[in-house]
């Protein structure tokens, strides 16, 4: 069974940076990707971003050039480095891996931005 445990959330103001950390419990380059949804309160859950086993990353529109993802081939994690957060970035931040159709999910970490 794949196992997905998110690390890193947290409250913080507008403006400031946080890391997730994703620690996946097999070789990340058995799965076909690897990324992080959110879920807004009310809203429904999307993608923000996710990593190709070759490397192509793809970002949501609303975080381009503030977010980044990484992973660690030797750690087996995908990270997601958040740059000037706002607050429409609060949510529950959910670590998923794929193998072809088949999601696996994290239990998710809260992300909070507010002054």
């Known amino acids: 069974q794949v196992q997905l445990v998110e ?3 947290g409250l913080v103001q507008p403006g400031e940076s946080l890391t997730l950390s994703c ?12 990324g992080w949804y959110r879920q807004a309160p009310g809203k429904q859950r999307e993608l923000v971003a996710d990593i190709n086993v070759g490397g192509t990353t793809n970002y949501a529109d ?9 992973r660690d081939n030797a750690k087996n994690t995908v990270d997601l480095q958040m740059n000037s957060l706002k607050s429409e970035d609060t949510g529950v931040y959910y670590c998923f891996s794929r193998i072809l159709r088949r999601h696996y999910w994290g239990q998710g970490t809260q992300v ?3 002054s």
């Open 7 to 9: 690390s890193g959330g």
């Open 23 to 34: 620690a996946v419990s097999e070789n990340i380059f058995n799965f076909n990707a690897m």
């Open 62 to 70: 609303s975080v381009k050039d503030r977010f980044t993802i990484f």
């Open 112 to 114: 909070s931005v507010s």
